[in-house]
């Protein structure tokens, strides 16, 4: 970043929550235009769902003119428009077409990188050539599997091994927590992981009957990370509240039970922003607001990232840096 100024994208529904966020760590909003927050300094802001780590202004004189100015900087652009809707689009148009179709699950994220922009006023542009993500404003998109999966959670956990470029290998030892109806386990078995998998609730016979899927009816929380040795992943998408899941991984990684832990952070009426920092802030973590959360947020931490972290490495960079 070149100057203190950084532009939020708030998730769709969530610029309370953002700007909440950013006052708790002393980051000040000085003006807001619908859900992209502008602010003095960096924070990697779990409910921003694109983060415009380098915005300057640039004063333009016509339609051609603001083109022009675009070019100059880089040749990928999305639009993010906040105003000026009509002379935005004419400006669009003009702009080299970037393709944003709907991903395969497998294909590597975008290594292009993506700068967002939107008209500030008519006569003046916003733009940042580079952002957290590499994604249209930070929104994961993909082609649907509406056939196998039993829930459309599944999509988050694609998202997930999409933007780390991290996932399980073939023959690891994966525990999903609170699993049915089976989105995660279905996820994780089809790349090849052993799943043990625990919920109250049966899983989907589809699911279930997979050969590398166990399952055990119970509670999530009533497995004893001692009883299990190592897991290489511990994945939770269960529903709980936050204080509950931050004793549960606190107790997971005490015993160093699992390597990687992916874990959903439901939240239920008022944002409880204490614990989801003190999720935040165990070594190697990263915080998201993944396409597809609602009032949700998602937890991961990875060995690699503990290490690095361990190492004086800022784990919770933009991803595209540490993946």
Not at 107 to 129: C, F, K, R, V, Y
Not at 225 to 248: H, I, N
Not at 251 to 265: M, P, S
Not at 275 to 283: A, N, T
């Amino acid at each position: 970043m070149q100057n203190d100024r950084v532009g939020y994208l708030a998730a769709k529904g969530f610029d309370t929550e953002l700007r909440d966020e950013l006052e708790r760590h002393g980051v000040h909003v000085n003006a807001i235009r619908g859900r992209l927050l502008l602010a003095d300094g960096y924070h990697p802001a779990a409910w921003a769902q694109n983060i415009w780590l380098d915005p300057v202004f640039l004063p333009v004189s016509s339609i051609g003119n603001a083109v022009k100015a675009l070019k100059a900087i880089q040749r990928n652009w999305h639009l993010h428009p906040t105003g000026n809707y009509r002379r935005a689009a004419l400006i669009e148009q003009q702009l080299p077409p970037v393709k944003h179709k709907a991903m395969t699950f497998g294909e590597p994220a975008p290594q292009s990188p993506l700068g967002s922009w939107t008209l500030w006023e008519s006569d003046m542009l916003l733009a940042s050539a580079a952002c957290s993500s590499p994604f249209p404003d930070g929104e994961v998109r993909f082609v649907e599997d509406k056939a196998n999966p039993p829930s459309r959670a599944y999509l988050k956990l694609w998202e997930v091994f999409t933007v780390t470029g991290v996932k399980p290998d073939k023959g690891d030892l994966c525990i999903d927590l609170g699993a049915s109806p089976g989105g995660w386990t279905w996820v994780l078995a089809s790349l090849g992981a052993h799943v043990f998998s625990i919920d109250k609730s049966p899983l989907e016979l589809s699911v279930a009957s997979m050969d590398n899927v166990d399952f055990c009816q119970g509670s999530g929380f009533g497995l004893d990370p001692e009883t299990v040795g190592q897991a290489d992943w511990l994945f939770s998408d269960m529903a709980c509240y936050p204080d509950r899941l931050l004793r549960t991984v606190l107790r997971w990684l005490e015993h160093g039970a699992a390597l990687n832990y992916v874990c959903t952070i439901k939240l239920q009426g008022k944002t409880d922003h204490d614990i989801v920092q003190s999720l935040g802030e165990i070594p190697g973590s990263k915080l998201m607001h993944l396409s597809c959360n609602k009032h949700e947020l998602t937890w991961i931490n990875l060995a690699q990232w503990r290490s690095r972290s361990q190492s004086g490495i800022d784990a919770a960079r933009p991803l595209r840096s540490i993946a």
